[in-house]
């Protein structure tokens, strides 16, 4: 897939947009395993070594949380995708990597460890600033299907109500009720972890254009939501 960028990495909008990043007071913070969970899941779902989400801060992309490549804090804003992926209306870029793919960043990094695919979709919050992104990288070029596609959208989405659902919790003092409510979302993303591992030993890949296989995603994902959407209710009193 080829995308068109804008002209300069840096959005004229940035200034908002950071201070709605800066609201949720996630910014490089501590590892949380409920993030991880999601990374996971991913990663399973697309089947690539690598998936991460990321905050794309002022000059520096912080990974929340990353799969496949641990012990990586981030990147530089000039040196990650991320940055320019968010610059996107669509959900979702995917890249070879090479440099003519995106001038507006430096992809040495990428390239040095082998990476030639990226596919992201964005952590966009309720005021519609795109924050990150949730992103799955692997080492052999590939595209995405409008299925996959589809998937990996909402999936962010889903990201995206965490992050919300975190900072409400957080906000309000209550950080037991956040606790439980992680421990609810784990459940259930490892419930949806084991079905993928399933598919994927069964296939060697998730085929979403089997429609019954693709129904099952959906239906995961369906039942994430409905966690989160009664957790949001609670947290709001």
Known sequence: MNTSYP????????AARL?????YDIVNTTPEAIFDDYTAWAAQLFNTPISLISLVDDEYVWFKSVTGAEGIPGLPRVESMCSAAILQEQAVVTSDYK????????????QAIGLKFYAGAALQM?????????AVIGREFRTLSE????VLARLAQLVSQTIELRVRYLRAGQEEEWEEAQAELADTLDENSALA?????????????????AQLIERRLEGLAKVLKRRMAQAAG
């Open 126 to 134: 309720p005021d519609g600033a795109r924050v990150g992104m949730l």
């Open 99 to 110: 440099p003519e793919s995106c001038t507006l960043i430096k992809p040495d990094v990428a």
């Open 7 to 14: 002209d300069s990495l840096v959005p004229a909008n940035d």
């Open 197 to 213: 591992r399933y598919l994927n030993s069964r296939n060697q890949g998730i085929d979403y254009e089997d429609d019954e296989v």
């Open 19 to 23: 201070r709605t990043l800066y609201q």
């Open 147 to 150: 299925k996959e596609t589809a």
